[in-house]
């Protein structure tokens, strides 16, 4: 059976920023008959649930990546390495379980794929990967935003 990462998120775990998750019956479907490596790269590099809203600034994951960018709270804190530590650890989980695709929470700065918001915490969105999409990416992992959130 194929493997999939997802964003833990997107199957029912309450790990978003608020607290909250993300289930959703068109996310379902597109996983049926895969199997599942859940993960959130938030809570894996240390951060708390719920926890402050972050947004990528400076440039999107890749930016993070390269050191160029940085993660930031809307208070303020950076929590970069939050993030890169996350996004590494998610690599490890997908290589684990055998996954050549992942599925992840759409204009997250962890997960986000092709769109992201963009550092102001008003809403906007600009093109960029989050910072997990990024790595995975960058190692041969195919990534999609979820469909149906």
Same mark, same amino acid.
């Given at each position: 059976?194929?493997?999939?990462? #997802? =964003? @833990?998120?997107?199957?029912? #775990?309450?790990?978003?920023?608020?607290?909250? +998750?993300?289930?959703?019956?068109?996310?379902?479907?597109?996983?049926?008959?895969?199997?599942?490596? =859940?993960?959130?790269?938030?809570?894996?590099?240390?951060?708390?649930?719920?926890?402050?809203?972050?947004?990528?600034?400076?440039?999107?994951? +890749?930016?993070?990546?390269?050191?160029?960018?940085?993660?930031?709270?809307?208070?303020? +804190?950076?929590?970069?390495? @939050?993030?890169?530590?996350?996004?590494?650890?998610?690599?490890?989980?997908?290589?684990?379980?055998?996954?050549?695709?992942?599925?992840?929470? $759409?204009?997250?700065? =962890?997960?986000?794929?092709?769109? #992201?918001?963009?550092?102001?915490?008003?809403?906007?969105? #600009? $093109?960029?990967?989050?910072?997990?999409?990024?790595?995975?990416?960058?190692?041969?992992?195919?990534?999609?935003?979820?469909?149906?959130?």
């Amino acid at each position: 059976m194929e493997a999939i990462l #997802v =964003s @833990a998120c997107l199957r029912g #775990v309450p790990c978003r920023f608020d607290g909250r +998750h993300k289930v959703s019956a068109e996310f379902e479907e597109a996983v049926a008959g895969r199997e599942v490596v =859940s993960f959130c790269p938030e809570v894996a590099g240390g951060l708390a649930t719920p926890r402050r809203p972050a947004e990528l600034v400076g440039g999107d994951g +890749h930016d993070v990546l390269d050191g160029t960018a940085r993660v930031v709270a809307d208070t303020g +804190h950076d929590v970069t390495e @939050a993030f890169v530590t996350g996004a590494r650890r998610a690599l490890a989980a997908a290589r684990q379980g055998g996954c050549t695709e992942a599925l992840l929470m $759409p204009r997250s700065p =962890s997960c986000g794929q092709g769109v #992201v918001y963009d550092g102001s915490f008003t809403g906007e969105l #600009v $093109p960029g990967d989050g910072v997990t999409t990024a790595l995975l990416e960058r190692n041969g992992i195919a990534v999609r935003p979820a469909p149906g959130v």
